[in-house]
């Protein structure tokens, strides 16, 4: 209805609207993306605003083409194997780069703490992949199910200082939990779940 009355207003006042649609969508800090797998597609929005560092790198791999032919490499279920030392238990399915593009990727970022940002690892949750801290380069994980531990202060990680969440699943935790389900030896899904690419909406 409202386009519309805007076409007949003529094409001035339509290019004013949805410029100003863009204008809203980048004022919340919200960037959609689509990974697209060969399981189905994941919709997540990307927060610019409130972890503006790691979602500045995310992006970059994304329009730089980096995820094209990647793979979901890792699946961690609650009745699976946790690796040695990993007394808390949580549930994520890991997402890595194609193993040719390893060495072009860019140098890692600091950590972006959620007692700083405010994203907590609820479910549907996309958090950066590391080691030690300021360690995350490429390497993500979508969080299935609320995991606190992988926050500040949790114990996932030995040190207390927790990941670096970034974003959110809007749609797709369906092929997410698929992910999750697929044959695996340990947490190594065999075979990995091919990402066709992931592309900003």
């Known amino acids: 209805m409202i386009l519309k009355k805007l076409m007949r207003l003529g094409g001035a006042a339509l290019v004013t609207f949805v410029f100003g649609v863009l204008v809203l969508a980048q004022g919340q800090g919200?960037?959609?993306?689509?990974?697209?797998?060969?399981?189905?597609?994941?919709?997540?929005?990307?927060?610019?605003?409130?972890?503006?560092?790691?979602?500045?790198?995310?992006?970059?791999?994304?329009?730089?083409?980096f995820w094209a032919d990647s793979r979901f490499h890792r699946t961690v279920k609650l009745d699976g194997d946790q690796r040695p030392n990993n007394d808390v238990k949580i549930e994520v399915v890991q997402a890595s780069l194609n193993p040719e593009k390893a060495d072009k990727q860019f140098p890692p970022i600091p950590l972006e703490r959620t007692n700083q940002t405010g994203i907590l690892h609820k479910n549907?949750?996309?958090?950066?992949?590391?080691?030690?801290?300021?360690?995350?380069?490429?390497?993500?994980s979508i969080v299935i199910n609320d995991q606190p531990s992988m926050d500040f202060g949790g114990k996932r990680n030995p040190d207390g200082q927790g990941f670096a969440a970034f974003g959110h699943v809007v749609s797709g935790m369906d092929v997410a939990k698929k992910i999750q389900a697929a044959p695996a030896e340990g947490q190594n899904l065999t075979p990995p779940i091919r990402i066709l690419n992931i592309r900003r909406k």
């Open 124 to 140: 549907g949750t996309l958090s950066m992949a590391r080691g030690m801290p300021d360690t995350a380069r490429a390497s993500f």
């Open 30 to 65: 919200l960037v959609r993306v689509v990974i697209q797998t060969e399981l189905g597609n994941i919709e997540a929005d990307i927060d610019t605003r409130r972890a503006p560092i790691t979602a500045a790198n995310f992006l970059k791999y994304v329009d730089e083409g």
